[in-house]
Antibody, heavy 117, light 110 residues
């Protein structure tokens, strides 16, 4: 069964750093396009970043320079390194597989990141 | 900056038909944007309903359908049921490496 499971969320102070992890099963992360999507409390979905199978990475404008998407092929894991966190980065972060470059499926269950002092 | 527009809220009677739309602040949505639709209930991860404009994801009832209506992507629910009460999001595939979600539509079935 194809599944994704995020971890690594928690409470972090403004300006701090956090690395989210996404464990994949049933498929190979390195052969896939993988993405992060976030959802602030009570708000809509926001696309964050993607990593292509070839290794190219892209980010939403508000995350450029602060967030870094990466993967570990040997562990079949996806990561999101988040630096200089702000209160507005508080959200549930989902990882998702990008199907045929165009839609997201499956999704993980999400991990909550709270940025607060 | 590209903004993807959706109705903030919609209401439908049980058994009724409702069409939610997904537009662009500038320009028209076409199949070239490969619109997809997601259903989300509180506390749950999104669930894929429709991809590539009109293809139902595995296990999605056929009362859900996708299309292009005029200059927007559309999600139609025919014969709405109580458990269709959810938030619905569209997603557009923009230029290479960029995706944009709509703001979501909160659907009430009553």
């Amino acid at each position: 069964e194809v599944q994704l499971a995020e971890s690594g969320g928690g409470l972090i102070q403004p300006g701090g750093s956090l690395r989210l992890s996404c464990a994949a099963s049933g498929f190979t992360v390195s052969s896939s396009y993988m993405s992060w999507v976030r959802q602030a409390p009570g708000k809509g979905l926001e696309w964050v970043s993607v990593i292509y199978s070839a290794g190219s990475t892209y980010y939403a404008d508000s995350m450029k320079g602060r967030f870094t998407i990466s993967r570990d092929n040997s562990k079949n894991m996806l990561y999101l390194q988040m630096n200089n966190l702000r209160a507005e980065d508080t959200a549930v972060y989902y990882c998702a597989r990008v199907q045929y470059s165009n839609w997201f499926d499956p999704w993980g269950q999400g991990t909550l990141v709270t940025v607060s002092s | 900056q590209t903004v993807v527009t959706q109705e903030p809220s919609f209401s439908v009677s049980p058994g009724g038909t409702v069409t939610l739309t997904c537009g662009l602040s500038s320009g028209s949505v076409s199949t070239s944007y490969y619109p997809s639709w997601y259903q989300q209930t509180p506390g749950q991860a999104p669930r894929t309903l429709i991809y590539n404009t009109n293809t139902r994801s595995s296990g999605v009832p056929d009362r859900f359908s996708g299309s292009i209506l005029g200059n927007k992507a559309a999600l139609t629910i025919t014969g709405a049921q109580a458990d269709d009460e959810s938030d619905y999001y569209c997603l557009l595939s923009m230029t290479s490496g960029i995706w944009v979600f709509g703001g979501g539509t909160k659907l009430t079935v009553l």
